[in-house]
Protein backbone atom coordinates (compact mmCIF):
# COMPACT_ATOMS: atom_id res chain seq x y z
CA UNK A 1 0.00 0.00 0.00
CA UNK A 2 3.02 2.37 -0.25
CA UNK A 3 2.89 4.53 -4.03
CA UNK A 4 5.63 4.57 -6.38
CA UNK A 5 7.59 7.89 -5.61
CA UNK A 6 6.50 11.14 -7.63
CA UNK A 7 7.26 14.97 -7.56
CA UNK A 8 4.69 17.42 -6.11
CA UNK A 9 3.86 20.71 -7.61
CA UNK A 10 0.67 22.92 -5.61
CA UNK A 11 -0.68 25.53 -8.19
CA UNK A 12 -1.79 29.10 -8.19
CA UNK A 13 -3.98 29.20 -11.06
CA UNK A 14 -5.72 27.26 -13.82
CA UNK A 15 -3.32 28.10 -16.66
CA UNK A 16 -0.26 26.97 -14.16
CA UNK A 17 -2.00 23.49 -13.66
CA UNK A 18 -2.24 22.97 -17.68
CA UNK A 19 1.49 24.00 -17.62
CA UNK A 20 2.35 21.69 -15.33
CA UNK A 21 0.39 18.74 -17.19
CA UNK A 22 2.63 18.78 -19.83
CA UNK A 23 5.43 17.86 -17.94
CA UNK A 24 5.73 13.84 -17.49
CA UNK A 25 3.03 11.75 -16.27
CA UNK A 26 1.14 13.97 -14.45
CA UNK A 27 -1.97 14.13 -12.86
CA UNK A 28 -4.51 16.30 -11.12
CA UNK A 29 -4.67 16.02 -7.57
CA UNK A 30 -8.30 17.69 -6.12
CA UNK A 31 -9.67 15.56 -3.07
CA UNK A 32 -7.54 12.66 -3.33
CA UNK A 33 -10.06 10.24 -2.70
CA UNK A 34 -10.51 9.04 -6.19
CA UNK A 35 -6.57 8.72 -6.87
CA UNK A 36 -4.81 8.56 -4.02
CA UNK A 37 -6.03 4.72 -3.27
CA UNK A 38 -5.10 3.80 -6.92
CA UNK A 39 -1.68 5.23 -6.49
CA UNK A 40 -1.13 3.19 -3.21
CA UNK A 41 -2.07 -0.06 -5.18
CA UNK A 42 0.11 0.99 -7.73
CA UNK A 43 -2.41 0.98 -10.22
CA UNK A 44 -1.39 4.73 -11.37
CA UNK A 45 1.72 5.59 -10.79
CA UNK A 46 2.40 9.34 -11.61
CA UNK A 47 5.46 10.79 -11.80
CA UNK A 48 3.77 13.93 -10.47
CA UNK A 49 1.30 15.27 -8.87
CA UNK A 50 -0.60 18.95 -9.34
CA UNK A 51 -2.15 20.28 -6.65
CA UNK A 52 -5.60 22.00 -7.82
CA UNK A 53 -7.13 21.79 -4.41
CA UNK A 54 -6.86 25.82 -3.16
CA UNK A 55 -8.04 27.06 -6.33
CA UNK A 56 -10.88 29.18 -5.44
CA UNK A 57 -11.97 29.67 -9.41
CA UNK A 58 -12.93 25.73 -9.30
CA UNK A 59 -14.78 26.22 -6.48
CA UNK A 60 -18.46 27.13 -5.83
CA UNK A 61 -22.35 26.52 -7.20
CA UNK A 62 -24.34 29.56 -8.97
CA UNK A 63 -27.41 29.74 -10.87
CA UNK A 64 -26.56 31.95 -14.61
CA UNK A 65 -29.83 32.01 -16.68
CA UNK A 66 -31.11 28.61 -17.35
CA UNK A 67 -28.75 26.67 -16.12
CA UNK A 68 -26.51 25.77 -12.30
CA UNK A 69 -23.20 25.67 -12.87
CA UNK A 70 -20.72 23.60 -10.20
CA UNK A 71 -17.20 24.46 -9.78
CA UNK A 72 -15.23 21.10 -10.71
CA UNK A 73 -13.12 21.37 -7.35
CA UNK A 74 -16.50 21.50 -5.39
CA UNK A 75 -16.82 18.87 -2.58
CA UNK A 76 -19.93 16.36 -2.25
CA UNK A 77 -20.91 17.80 0.54
CA UNK A 78 -20.97 21.53 -0.71
CA UNK A 79 -23.43 20.23 -3.17
CA UNK A 80 -25.32 18.22 -1.04
CA UNK A 81 -26.02 20.88 1.34
CA UNK A 82 -26.19 23.99 -1.47
CA UNK A 83 -29.05 25.91 -0.72
CA UNK A 84 -29.75 26.59 -4.80
CA UNK A 85 -28.99 22.66 -5.03
CA UNK A 86 -31.41 21.63 -2.46
CA UNK A 87 -34.33 24.07 -3.92
CA UNK A 88 -33.82 23.75 -7.62
CA UNK A 89 -31.57 20.67 -8.73
CA UNK A 90 -32.41 17.95 -5.88
CA UNK A 91 -31.18 15.09 -7.51
CA UNK A 92 -27.40 16.30 -7.12
CA UNK A 93 -28.21 16.80 -3.57
CA UNK A 94 -29.38 12.89 -3.44
CA UNK A 95 -26.63 12.34 -4.97
CA UNK A 96 -23.94 13.80 -2.71
CA UNK A 97 -25.64 13.09 -0.40
CA UNK A 98 -25.23 9.44 -0.87
CA UNK A 99 -21.70 9.24 -1.75
CA UNK A 100 -19.14 7.12 0.42
CA UNK A 101 -19.18 8.73 4.30
CA UNK A 102 -18.83 12.30 5.81
CA UNK A 103 -15.00 12.32 5.59
CA UNK A 104 -15.36 11.04 1.84
CA UNK A 105 -18.19 13.72 0.94
CA UNK A 106 -15.57 16.65 2.90
CA UNK A 107 -12.53 15.69 0.88
CA UNK A 108 -13.72 14.42 -2.57
CA UNK A 109 -14.91 16.69 -5.32
CA UNK A 110 -17.55 16.49 -8.52
CA UNK A 111 -14.61 16.63 -10.96
CA UNK A 112 -12.31 14.46 -9.47
CA UNK A 113 -14.71 11.67 -9.80
CA UNK A 114 -16.01 12.68 -13.25
CA UNK A 115 -12.35 12.80 -14.41
CA UNK A 116 -11.23 9.20 -12.38
CA UNK A 117 -14.13 7.97 -14.25
CA UNK A 118 -14.81 4.88 -11.94
CA UNK A 119 -17.44 2.62 -13.26
CA UNK A 120 -19.34 2.14 -10.18
CA UNK A 121 -18.96 6.30 -9.35
CA UNK A 122 -22.73 7.72 -8.58
CA UNK A 123 -21.78 11.08 -9.90
CA UNK A 124 -21.19 9.68 -13.59
CA UNK A 125 -24.95 8.79 -14.10
CA UNK A 126 -26.30 11.43 -12.39
CA UNK A 127 -24.94 13.83 -14.66
CA UNK A 128 -25.77 11.48 -17.74
CA UNK A 129 -29.29 11.80 -16.50
CA UNK A 130 -29.53 15.52 -16.28
CA UNK A 131 -27.93 16.45 -19.47
CA UNK A 132 -25.07 17.98 -18.18
CA UNK A 133 -22.36 19.35 -20.12
CA UNK A 134 -18.31 18.92 -18.90
CA UNK A 135 -16.32 22.16 -18.90
CA UNK A 136 -12.59 21.56 -18.94
CA UNK A 137 -9.71 23.95 -19.97
CA UNK A 138 -6.31 22.88 -21.91
CA UNK A 139 -3.48 23.92 -23.94
CA UNK A 140 -5.46 24.62 -26.80
CA UNK A 141 -8.52 26.59 -24.41
CA UNK A 142 -11.82 25.90 -23.33
CA UNK A 143 -14.20 23.35 -24.54
CA UNK A 144 -17.75 21.57 -23.61
CA UNK A 145 -18.51 18.25 -23.73
CA UNK A 146 -22.03 16.53 -23.21
CA UNK A 147 -22.11 14.15 -20.36
CA UNK A 148 -23.59 11.53 -22.94
CA UNK A 149 -20.01 12.07 -25.04
CA UNK A 150 -17.46 12.08 -21.66
CA UNK A 151 -17.26 8.51 -20.64
CA UNK A 152 -15.70 6.04 -23.08
CA UNK A 153 -14.64 3.10 -20.99
CA UNK A 154 -13.52 1.76 -17.82
CA UNK A 155 -11.22 4.67 -16.29
CA UNK A 156 -11.43 6.93 -19.47
CA UNK A 157 -12.68 9.95 -20.59
CA UNK A 158 -13.07 12.25 -23.63
CA UNK A 159 -10.50 14.20 -21.85
CA UNK A 160 -7.15 14.98 -23.33
CA UNK A 161 -3.94 14.89 -21.06
CA UNK A 162 -3.49 18.39 -20.92
CA UNK A 163 -7.02 19.08 -19.82
CA UNK A 164 -8.69 19.44 -16.59
CA UNK A 165 -12.69 19.61 -15.75
CA UNK A 166 -13.12 23.20 -14.54
CA UNK A 167 -16.83 23.16 -13.98
CA UNK A 168 -20.16 21.08 -14.35
CA UNK A 169 -23.11 22.83 -16.17
CA UNK A 170 -26.52 21.55 -15.71
CA UNK A 171 -29.85 22.96 -17.33
CA UNK A 172 -32.58 23.82 -15.26
CA UNK A 173 -35.85 22.44 -16.77
CA UNK A 174 -38.74 23.86 -15.27
CA UNK A 175 -41.17 21.02 -13.99
CA UNK A 176 -38.32 18.23 -14.24
CA UNK A 177 -38.06 15.67 -11.36
CA UNK A 178 -34.85 13.41 -10.75
CA UNK A 179 -34.22 10.19 -8.36
CA UNK A 180 -30.89 8.40 -8.01
CA UNK A 181 -31.49 5.20 -6.51
CA UNK A 182 -28.62 2.52 -5.70
CA UNK A 183 -27.51 -0.60 -4.42
CA UNK A 184 -23.84 0.37 -2.37
CA UNK A 185 -21.07 -1.47 -1.49
CA UNK A 186 -21.56 -1.66 2.17
CA UNK A 187 -17.74 -0.86 2.82
CA UNK A 188 -16.38 1.73 0.05
CA UNK A 189 -20.36 2.76 -0.64
CA UNK A 190 -19.34 2.45 -4.43
CA UNK A 191 -22.73 1.70 -6.54
CA UNK A 192 -23.05 -2.02 -6.93
CA UNK A 193 -25.81 -0.81 -9.37
CA UNK A 194 -26.88 2.98 -9.46
CA UNK A 195 -29.72 4.32 -11.12
CA UNK A 196 -30.57 7.92 -11.97
CA UNK A 197 -33.95 9.26 -13.56
CA UNK A 198 -34.48 12.79 -14.72
CA UNK A 199 -38.35 13.05 -15.89
CA UNK A 200 -38.67 16.15 -18.04
CA UNK A 201 -41.52 18.24 -18.05
CA UNK A 202 -42.36 17.57 -21.80
CA UNK A 203 -42.55 13.35 -20.77
CA UNK A 204 -39.40 12.57 -21.63
CA UNK A 205 -37.33 10.25 -19.03
CA UNK A 206 -33.39 10.09 -19.40
CA UNK A 207 -32.34 7.03 -17.65
CA UNK A 208 -28.41 6.12 -17.02
CA UNK A 209 -26.90 3.68 -15.00
CA UNK A 210 -23.33 3.39 -13.21
CA UNK A 211 -21.99 0.02 -11.79
CA UNK A 212 -23.55 -2.33 -14.21
CA UNK A 213 -20.46 -1.91 -17.47
CA UNK A 214 -16.88 -0.72 -17.87
CA UNK A 215 -18.56 2.92 -17.53
CA UNK A 216 -21.89 4.27 -16.85
CA UNK A 217 -24.38 4.96 -19.78
CA UNK A 218 -27.75 6.21 -20.76
CA UNK A 219 -30.04 3.29 -21.08
CA UNK A 220 -31.72 3.68 -25.05
CA UNK A 221 -34.06 0.97 -24.40
CA UNK A 222 -35.38 1.74 -21.11
CA UNK A 223 -36.02 5.58 -21.72
CA UNK A 224 -38.11 4.46 -25.19
CA UNK A 225 -39.94 2.27 -23.55
CA UNK A 226 -41.51 4.90 -21.15
CA UNK A 227 -40.82 8.29 -22.57
CA UNK A 228 -43.75 10.32 -23.86
CA UNK A 229 -46.72 7.83 -21.31
CA UNK A 230 -47.79 8.04 -18.24
CA UNK A 231 -45.37 6.38 -15.61
CA UNK A 232 -47.52 3.97 -14.00
CA UNK A 233 -46.68 -0.23 -12.72
CA UNK A 234 -47.77 -0.98 -16.56
CA UNK A 235 -44.54 1.64 -18.03
CA UNK A 236 -42.59 1.33 -15.10
CA UNK A 237 -42.75 -2.74 -15.78
CA UNK A 238 -42.10 -2.11 -19.44
CA UNK A 239 -38.86 -0.13 -18.92
CA UNK A 240 -37.68 -2.23 -16.33
CA UNK A 241 -37.79 -5.09 -18.76
CA UNK A 242 -36.28 -3.36 -21.34
CA UNK A 243 -33.34 -2.21 -19.06
CA UNK A 244 -29.58 -3.31 -19.44
CA UNK A 245 -30.64 -5.62 -22.23
CA UNK A 246 -27.71 -6.39 -24.60
CA UNK A 247 -25.16 -4.88 -22.20
CA UNK A 248 -21.70 -6.12 -21.37
CA UNK A 249 -22.52 -6.46 -17.64
CA UNK A 250 -19.92 -6.71 -14.83
CA UNK A 251 -19.75 -9.53 -12.86
CA UNK A 252 -17.17 -9.53 -9.89
CA UNK A 253 -17.40 -11.16 -6.06
CA UNK A 254 -19.73 -8.45 -5.14
CA UNK A 255 -21.91 -9.50 -7.60
CA UNK A 256 -22.60 -11.66 -10.39
CA UNK A 257 -24.05 -10.24 -13.98
CA UNK A 258 -26.64 -12.15 -13.20
CA UNK A 259 -27.44 -10.78 -9.73
CA UNK A 260 -26.34 -7.11 -11.40
CA UNK A 261 -28.54 -7.47 -14.50
CA UNK A 262 -31.53 -8.29 -11.59
CA UNK A 263 -30.52 -4.92 -9.60
CA UNK A 264 -30.37 -2.81 -12.61
CA UNK A 265 -34.19 -3.73 -13.39
CA UNK A 266 -35.15 -3.62 -9.31
CA UNK A 267 -33.58 0.33 -8.97
CA UNK A 268 -35.06 1.43 -11.95
CA UNK A 269 -38.35 0.87 -10.88
CA UNK A 270 -37.53 2.57 -7.39
CA UNK A 271 -35.80 5.41 -9.61
CA UNK A 272 -39.46 5.58 -11.69
CA UNK A 273 -41.92 5.27 -8.70
CA UNK A 274 -40.01 8.08 -7.11
CA UNK A 275 -40.68 10.93 -10.41
CA UNK A 276 -43.65 9.15 -11.01
Given at each position: ?37 TMKLRLNSPSKLVDIGALAELRGIKESGAEI ?208
Open positions: MIPSSFSYQKVNSVAEAIKALSSGEAKILAGGHSLIPIIGAATTHQEIATNKIIQSKLPLFAQGGNSIGDVQVRNKGTIGGSLAHADPAADWAAIVLASDATIEVQGGKGTRKIKATGFFNGMFSTALQDDEIITAVHVPLAVGSKGSYAKFPQPASRFAIVGCAVMKMADGKVNIAFTGISNCAFRDQAAEKAISGKKIDASTIESASKAAVEGVNILSDHYASEKYRKHLAKVYLKRALLAVS
